[in-house]
């Protein structure tokens, strides 16, 4: 995986030479979605940067997150019930451990898994664009705690 830092720099840098002005809320998003271990939700990263820039409109941070996805410095993933997420440590397609019960999003490093549209693309003569591949099921904790609400 990419040191954190590396990430921020490269983003700051493609935003600076397509002539975009890194604001504060530009700034923070970058440093929350490069930091990110933990495909934090618009909504989510919206109250973070409030933390630190409380005059922050929702409708600013969204564009700036969108703005990064459609630059391709950042994943959406989707989900039916639970709206999107965004993972802009890891830009491009890789499995999702998904927790049904606290809605946690961890990246497995498995590197067998990492492998797998290579391995796929070869067998299959496919031209491998995209994948999707998660894992749904309980994390560790709730395991522990099968009733705990959020
Ligand atoms: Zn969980
Ligand atoms: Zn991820």
Known sequence: MIPSTERQGKIIQKLKR?????TPQRFAVVKILANNEEHLSAQEIYERVKKDIPFTSFATIYRTVALLRDMGEVMELGFADEGNRYDGARPYPHPHLVCIQCKKILDPKVPSLEELPRKLAKKTGFQILNHR????????????NPSRER
């Open 18 to 22: 397509k002539g975009f002005r890194l």
């Open 133 to 144: 591949l998660d894992f749904f099921g309980l994390c560790p904790e709730c395991q522990k």
